[in-house]
Every structure is written in C-alpha cells, then in structure tokens.
C-alpha cells in the first residue's frame, strides 16, 4: 500500500482527474494549495501598489492505492498533468503502515478496495484495451 | 403652493437629490471594495452612517450655519430644527423651487463629503472616534465652508469664486482633510510590511459606477432648474469622466502594460471630481481637457504617493484633493460666458484675473479644512482615542469595532481569532427541538 501524493496545475485537475478514475483510481481526496517552485511570478498591479506574487495556486491530490495501482495511477498522472513547462508538479510515493475504513472496520485492502470495484475494473480494462499497449501512455491531450 | 414653484425645476432637483443619495452609498461600495475583506463592514459604514448622522445634524443645525442668511463667515442659527426651512422659494438660492427641496439636495452633499475623507483612514481608526470626528467635521468645516462658497452673502462667492457643484467644498476640503487626518493618525501595522490588495474589484466597479449615475445629480442638479444650464452641466460631467477614464487607462497601459479595472475605476472618479466645480461654466471641448488633466495630475500623484511613507491608504488627497485642485484652477482657465451668460469669464476668455480668485478659494479651502482637521483630530485623540491597537488591526476591524464579518468564518489570518472552524453555535436563538438528532431523555 502507498499513499501517493500528487501536487498539479489547477487547470490540469479535470484531465487528471478523468485519468485516475479511468485507471481504477476512485477513492481521492483534494485541497487547494499555494506553492513556490520553479515557475516564474506573476506580477500584479493595483494604482501605486505592485504586487508579486511568489506563491501560485496548485491543486494538491492526496489517494491511497494499493500495489497494483500504484503503477498505473503515476501513468495516469504523467500522462494528463504535464504540458512541459515549469510548474507541472511533483508525485510523492510513500508507503502507508495501516488502512481502516471507518464504516465497516475493514482493514488495509480490503478497506482500499473502492465499494464499486467490479464496475470499477470493467470500466478501466475497457479503457486499457482502447488504448491499447503501455497503459495510460498518450492520453488524448488534444 | 406658491405661483413661482416650477414643476419642471422641483422635479428634477428632487430627482437629483435621490441621485446624490447614491453617491454615498457608491463610495461604500468603492471604498469597501478596495480594502481588505477583514475591514470591509467597517469601511462601508464609514459612509453609511453619514447617511445617518449627517442628515440629522443638517435639520438640527446643519443647514443653518451653512445656508442661512447670517454673516459672509456662516449662516447663523436662524435655521435652526427647520424653523423658516419651508416650502417656499428663497430667491438667494433659487426662485422657482421650494426651500426644503434646496436643503435636501445640500444635506446629500453635506453627507459625501465627510465620509470621502474616510478613505484615508481605512483599517485603523476607531469607529467610535471615527463618528465624533464626523459630527465636528461636517460642523465646523463643511458647513461654513458651504456658506464661504454657496450661502447667501459668503465671502468666497461675493469674490467672485467659480465653483460650480463643490470642487472647493466638497473635494479639497475632503482631500486636504485626509492627508492632515492619515498624517495624524499614522500608517496602518501592515503598510509596507505585506501586501495590502483590493479584496473585491467588481465591487469596486459597481460603487464607480453608482458614483458616475450619481455624479449627474450632483452637477447637473447644481443648477437647481431643470434648464440649459443643466443640460450643459450634464453634458460636461459625462465627457470629462470618460476622458479621464480613457486617460487613466492609457497611462496604465504605458506603465506596466495593462489597462487595469481599479485604474479605470479611479480614473472616471477623478474625472468626476476634476469636472465638478467647472460643470457649469466651460464648453464641452474644455471638459475633454479638464478629465485628460485631472487624470494626468491624480495619477502622477499616487504614484509618488506610494514610494513615500505616507498611508493615505485609497488615495484620497491624490484623487480628491489634487484633482479637485486641478478642477478649481481649470475653471479659472476654460470658464466662458458663451457658455454660461450667468457664470464667468477665465483667462482663455481674456479675464487672467479669475485665476487669481479661484487661487484664494482653494487656499481658503486648504487652510479651513488643514487647521480644522488638525484641531479636531487632536480633540478627539485627547477625548476618545484614536487609534485601533495592533491587535485589532491584525483581527479585523469589523470584529473588533463592529463584531460581525462581510464573510462569515473566512476573517482574519488562518486560524486566527475570531475564525470560525466548522459549525458555529448561536447563542441567542431559542432552543428548539434538534432535527434529526436521537432524543436524550
């Protein structure tokens, strides 16, 4: 079990959002943030005043997956946040000691395994199939 | 009813009186926009408790010392509660409309004016002292200042003073106030520490925009007919806040690149204050020159203003003080009689010495409203105490003055006091059953 942590653009969040959920990652958890990186700074001008501002908006997703979506939810990332300018974002993998949902007491996977998981899978293979070899490679960024 | 009432005229300055209401209601919006959201409530009710104040200081005695037929240096007490304020014209202000009607279109301006000062002194002052300084302000500065200028035998109008709608009155006497008030009172604890941006600019945009409809009452209805002369004054009023809209936002854009909402906002103002006391007397190619040139000295100004340690926190002196200035100077330029028969000649219509007379009714002005606020301030700093303390500031003065939020749980910084973090409890409510919750007992 890992929980991956991923930071993107705000303006990515739908397509990245589309790309876990097709990949069978269902179970995630956003929040707005403000971050510095390498991007460079917006200046903004009120009368006399101008500000710059060093912090740009970001939008943090945090998701807990077990080993064998690990994988596949970092391709699902690559593939739908990046444009290849500085400010894409990070991915933070880190492993997870325990799992408990709180509804029912399962424990680890099983507490991971999202409610609908069979609709799940059916709906990420037929995506795997229509894309064809190397999942999640060459999303439809148009 | 009495034979010389018009109709025409009653109606439109009554009209314009509700316009000149909206103005205050306007700057609310114009200022509240431009702070930050923690200080919003308070700096909104800065103008509107005017609303309230001012028109009750203006039956008791307010119009009294301001339009009575006292002395060249005030009215007098003879008005005092309304008493001979009736329905009947008073041939020194206007023939054909009742006195009451005149009043009430002067309380409008007796209540902006004040509370255009408050711009200066935004996220810091108590409102408590805040209020005491308004009732003395409009007292003992704005309501003689109306008599020099507009009442029956005031001395800056047997001068021969051009100043249409109040650009003496109103806007130099507001902004040379707020540059003597923000002095005293010291920079806000942030100033030059973070960051202090407009929190809100559609609002910003909408009380610009209530100003300019206001506008229109306030220089056109200064005819006090519903006449050539208004429809001149109106013309005017419209084309010198577009010229000064359009200047602003050329300046910007040489500047840094971009034509900005809150420098269109403030550009039209300016133009509004530049294009007031001249509304009246100048042609309508004059008014492009007086928007152009208000704009050009107003954002000259804030921009020097900004590098300085100055915290006149929205401007006032640079937008009102100087633009008005601006405005009483041009007058003495642009104004003609083949403009206005009943006004004035200027100095491009061959008569350099208005120039001189419309420079002793701003010194006039800018002496009155220095000294005044200076003395007032220092009263109300010795009496009620001026200032908010550091820890007020930081909380939000809505909270500390006022205790309510314009954004309910979002004030003050991130778990700050006063934040509320989840659901809050109302006190007061009457305990009802819960919904939904399992009983108890």
């Known amino acids: 079990m890992k929980l991956i942590t991923t930071i993107v653009r705000p303006d990515r969040l739908a397509e990245v959002k589309a790309a876990l959920f097709r990949a069978g990652v269902t179970g995630i958890t956003l929040t707005r943030v403000?971050?510095?990186?390498?991007?460079?700074?917006?200046?903004?001008?009120?009368?006399?005043?101008?500000?710059?501002?060093?912090?740009?908006?970001?939008?943090?997703?945090?998701?807990?997956?077990?080993?064998?979506?690990?994988?596949?939810?970092?391709?699902a990332i690559l593939s739908s946040a990046r444009t290849g300018e500085v400010?894409?974002?990070?991915?933070?993998?880190?492993?997870?000691?325990?799992?408990?949902?709180?509804?029912?007491?399962?424990?680890?996977?099983?507490?991971l395994t999202a409610v609908n998981a069979d609709a799940v899978q059916r709906e990420a293979l037929k995506h795997v199939q229509h894309a064809g070899a190397g999942a999640g490679a060459g999303e439809e960024e148009s | 009813m009495n034979a010389a009432i018009s109709a025409g005229d009653t109606a439109w300055v009554l009209t314009a009186t509700a316009l000149v209401m909206v103005m205050t209601v306007g700057l609310a919006f114009f200022y509240g926009g431009l702070v930050r959201p923690k200080n919003a409530l308070n700096t909104m009710m800065m103008s509107v408790v005017a609303l309230g104040l001012i028109s009750v200081q203006w039956v008791l005695f307010g119009y009294s010392i301001a339009f009575g037929h006292g002395s060249p240096l005030w009215g007098g007490l003879a008005w005092l509660g309304f008493r001979g304020v009736g329905v009947d014209p008073d041939p020194a202000y206007a023939a054909t409309i009742p006195l009451q009607a005149h009043a009430m279109f002067q309380l409008m301006f007796a209540i902006i004016t004040p509370a255009l000062i408050s711009g200066a002194i935004v996220e810091r002052m108590r409102f408590r002292a805040y209020v005491v300084f308004l009732l003395l302000w409009a007292t003992f500065i704005y309501d003689p200042l109306a008599h020099w200028v507009w009442g029956a035998g005031g001395w800056l109008q047997k001068l021969g003073a051009l100043d249409f709608a109040g650009g003496t009155v109103v806007h130099i006497s507001a902004g040379v106030s707020a540059l003597v008030a923000a002095r005293m009172l010291g920079a806000r604890r942030d100033f030059k520490r973070t960051a202090i941006v407009p929190h809100n600019v559609p609002l910003v945009l909408l009380g610009a925009g209530l100003l300019w409809f206001g506008w229109f009452g306030f220089n056109a209805g200064s005819a006090l007919a519903a006449n050539g002369l208004a429809a001149l004054a109106f013309t005017n009023t419209n084309t010198a806040a577009a010229m000064a809209l359009v200047t602003w936002a050329c300046l910007d854009l040489v500047r840094t690149g971009k034509i900005t909402a809150v420098g269109a906002a403030t550009g039209l103002v300016v133009g509004l204050v530049g294009i007031t006391p001249a509304a009246g007397y100048i042609t309508a190619p004059a008014s492009l020159a007086v928007g152009a040139l208000a704009a050009l000295v107003s954002y000259t100004a804030i921009q020097i203003r900004a590098t300085t340690r100055l915290d006149d926190s929205l401007d006032v002196f640079s937008c009102h003080g100087l633009a008005g200035t601006a405005g009483a100077m041009l007058t003495g330029v642009f104004a003609t009689k083949l403009a206005n028969p009943a006004g004035g000649d200027g100095w491009l219509a061959g008569n350099f010495a208005q120039m001189g007379v419309q420079l002793v009714a701003v010194l006039a002005t800018v002496a009155l409203a220095a000294l005044g606020t200076a003395v007032i301030l220092t009263i109300v700093k010795a009496t009620v105490g001026i200032k908010a303390d550091v820890r007020a500031q930081l909380r939000g003065l809505d909270l500390s003055e006022h205790g309510e939020e314009a954004y309910f749980g979002e004030q003050g910084a991130i778990a700050g006091p006063g934040t509320a973090l989840g659901e809050s409890v109302v006190v007061s409510a009457v305990a009802t059953e819960p919904l939904g919750a399992p009983a108890t007992g």
Do not use: L, W
């Open chain 1, 34 to 75: 403000s971050g510095h990186g390498g991007e460079q700074e917006i200046v903004e001008q009120y009368r006399g005043t101008t500000v710059v501002m060093e912090f740009h908006e970001k939008v943090k997703i945090e998701m807990a997956c077990s080993e064998p979506f690990v994988q596949p939810c970092i391709d």
């Open chain 1, 87 to 111: 400010g894409d974002g990070k991915i933070f993998v880190q492993p997870i000691e325990r799992v408990i949902r709180i509804r029912t007491g399962e424990v680890d996977n099983a507490a």
